[in-house]
């Protein structure tokens, strides 16, 4: 599986971003995915993740009730909604593939895509 991340860029506080997750391949849909970030100087963090039908998500305490996951099979895409940005949320973010486990530790996921930047400016 191959992965591309797209949709960041430069939005100030308060503001709305939808990231997108492009993934190759016919097994998308059997797959666990999720989002993670990463802020200079600190370590990759988990943001959201989502079960291949979709029927469950979970979030990061951080982004509970701002961000919203989801996932459309027949496109083999994700998607990542964030709203009422904080300057807290820049970061690079980063799709990736669950290979099970802890949906919740980075080292879970065996497949990552290349990080599209959120900047939220004050």
């Known amino acids: 599986v191959q992965l591309q991340a797209s949709g960041g860029g430069l939005v100030q506080a308060g503001g709305s971003l939808r990231l997108s997750c492009a993934a190759s391949?016919?097994?998308?849909?059997?797959?666990?995915m999720g989002w993670f970030r990463q802020a200079p100087g600190k370590e990759r963090e988990f943001v959201a993740a989502i079960t291949w039908s979709g029927g469950s998500t979970y979030y990061a305490d951080s982004v509970k009730g701002r961000f919203t996951i989801s996932r459309d099979n027949a496109k083999n895409t994700m998607y990542l909604q964030m709203n009422s940005l904080k300057p807290e949320d820049t970061a690079a973010y980063y799709c990736?593939?669950?290979?099970?486990?802890?949906?919740?530790?980075?080292?879970?996921?065996?497949?990552w895509g290349q990080g599209t930047q959120v900047t939220v400016s004050s």
């Open positions: 990736a593939k669950s290979s099970g486990g802890i949906v919740t530790i980075a080292s879970r996921y065996d497949h």
């Open positions: 391949g016919r097994t998308f849909s059997r797959y666990r």
